[in-house]
């Protein structure tokens, strides 16, 4: 059982920017894939970035070029970097651990509000 530990998310104006943090309790290299989802109010819950055990990432197209996913294998931290950050990327943030179909956990989610 993976345990994810999300930090990071706050209120900020268009614009502006945070960096969400994501702790795996397991060694990272365990975790074919790890990423993170959001989820606004009303809507279904969307893939934003994820980075493979190889290190190649995928971005949904609304945020490439401003976030960034990258990880510290010695911390088993997964890091999503959000720049110019718009009212519409206002959402709950969930961290995600890929190992297999039966083994996908998901972190609390962490709230981020841009204010504009």
């Not at 920017?17 to 290299?29: D, I, K, Q, T």
């Not at 109010?41 to 609304?62: C, H, L």
């Not at 083994?103 to 981020?112: A, D, E, F, L, S």
């Given at each position: 059982?993976?345990?994810?530990v999300?930090?990071?998310?706050?209120?900020?104006?268009?614009?502006?920017?945070?960096?969400?943090?994501?702790?795996?309790?397991?060694?990272r290299f365990s975790?074919?894939?790890?990423?993170?989802?959001?989820?606004?109010?009303?809507?279904?819950?969307?893939?934003?970035?994820?980075m493979?055990?190889?290190?190649?990432?995928?971005?949904?197209?609304?945020?490439?070029?401003?976030f960034?996913?990258?990880r510290?294998?010695?911390?088993?931290?997964?890091?999503?970097?959000?720049?110019?950050?718009?009212?519409?990327?206002?959402?709950?943030?969930?961290?995600?651990?890929?190992?297999?179909?039966?083994?996908?956990?998901?972190?609390?989610?962490t709230?981020?509000?841009?204010?504009?």
């Amino acid at each position: 059982q993976v345990q994810l530990v999300e930090s990071g998310g706050g209120l900020v104006q268009a614009g502006g920017s945070l960096r969400l943090s994501c702790a795996a309790s397991e060694n990272r290299f365990s975790i074919n894939r790890m990423g993170w989802y959001r989820q606004a109010p009303g809507k279904q819950r969307e893939f934003v970035a994820t980075m493979a055990i190889g290190g190649t990432t995928n971005y949904v197209d609304s945020v490439k070029d401003r976030f960034t996913i990258s990880r510290d294998n010695a911390k088993n931290t997964v890091y999503l970097q959000m720049n110019s950050l718009k009212p519409e990327d206002t959402a709950v943030y969930y961290c995600n651990a890929y190992q297999s179909p039966l083994h996908n956990y998901w972190g609390q989610g962490t709230q981020v509000t841009v204010s504009s």
